[in-house]
């Protein structure tokens, strides 16, 4: 790419932390509205773009600047990040765990070659870079009770492979060419406002909606099968934080994060104090071969000590944000 040793040529400058303006790339999947509007509060409506290759609908266009961004197409990504003079990127676009297995090809291409782009393109530019992680990082010779920061990562689906990647490629980056790399290992997330996108964590999302809607929920995985979890507010915070903490506080580039651990007929049982008539069955499918080598609980006590990381929202909690949430919704 000679464009790029020609802006290495010009000592582009670091990116500036008291006003930056950011890019969210994989912008209207799971995580990005949400945060798009943390951050605008914080730092602008019109210095957080938010990206995607979704065509996006009037509200989203309304709350601040959308654009079409393919991160597979390095030029367009590199002119997006030139044209908006871009501080810090959020870096989103992925398949997720089950949908990575029905494709992979292209999972390959999204998280690994899409993530390629986006990491040169971020240090080439001096960029922040956030890339989120997972619990999906972690295979079954991994403890599992509880998962620390730092031990063995033989993932077994093409999403947690993508994503040992990333963790690696950028705290190399960090390593040897300085880039400003920040990563979190999330568990499985929960929202109620966007829905996630192909996950082995999904059916703690669904629960909610057909306990409002139809009283029954099928699952698809064990009734005792244990992952971490946490809601979209934690998660979105945990972003927010980990962009500020100054870089002498963090000991780690990539820190597991945690706020609670449930099997789904615990999660059952949550619902139902609130819904009694709500009744489940288990299925279990391609999906609980994934579940089984993840973590059971997550030791996030490094990012505890290092920066301060609490999370605020426990199961009851969680029960009770989601139904308030989505009982108008469904009348
Ligand atoms: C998935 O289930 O694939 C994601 C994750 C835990 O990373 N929600």
Same mark, same amino acid.
């Given at each position: 790419?000679? !464009? ?56 989203? !266009? ?98 947690? !492979? ?52 139809t009283g029954h929920h099928v699952c698809f995985l064990r009734e ?19 962009l500020e903490v100054p870089a002498e506080k963090l000991k780690l ?79």
């Amino acid at each position: 790419h000679p !464009v790029l040793n020609l802006a290495e040529h010009l000592k582009i400058s670091q990116h500036d932390d008291n006003n930056p303006r950011i890019l969210i790339t994989g912008g209207l999947g799971q995580l990005g509205l949400g945060l798009a509007s943390e951050l605008r509060q914080k730092y602008g409506k019109n210095n957080v773009i938010l990206s995607d290759i979704i065509k996006p609908n009037k509200e989203i !266009v309304d709350n601040g600047p959308y654009i079409y961004a393919d991160i597979l197409d390095f030029k367009n990504l590199q002119e997006l990040i030139v044209n908006h003079r871009i501080d810090w990127m959020i870096h989103f676009s992925a398949l997720l765990s089950a949908i990575g297995e029905s494709n992979v090809p292209l999972a390959m291409r999204v998280n690994i070659e899409g993530m390629h782009n986006v990491m040169e393109l971020a240090k080439q530019y001096k960029l922040k870079l956030f890339v989120p992680s997972t619990i999906g990082a972690f295979g079954p010779t991994s403890p599992r009770n509880p998962t620390p920061d730092l031990t063995i990562q033989r993932p077994q689906t093409i999403y947690g !492979v993508s994503k040992v990647h990333a963790e690696l490629m950028g705290e190399y980056y960090h390593h040897r060419f300085g880039l400003d790399f920040r990563c979190l290992r999330f568990p499985g997330i929960i929202s109620a406002g966007t829905e996630p996108g192909g996950g082995t964590t999904d059916y703690a999302c669904q629960i909610f909606h057909d306990a409002l809607t139809t009283g029954h929920h099928v699952c698809f995985l064990r009734e005792d099968s244990r992952l971490p979890m946490m809601y979209i507010d934690d998660c979105l915070r945990s972003v927010m934080e980990i962009l500020e903490v100054p870089a002498e506080k963090l000991k780690l580039r990539t820190y597991n994060i945690h706020a609670m651990s449930f099997t789904p007929a615990e999660i059952y049982a949550a619902v139902k104090k609130v819904i009694p008539s709500l009744t489940i069955e288990y299925k279990p499918d391609s999906r609980q071969g994934i579940a089984d080598t993840w973590p059971m609980v997550f030791d996030d006590s490094g990012a505890r000590k290092d920066w301060g990381w609490n999370h605020e929202i426990d199961i009851d909690e969680l029960v009770k944000i989601m139904l308030t949430y989505l009982a108008p919704k469904y009348g």
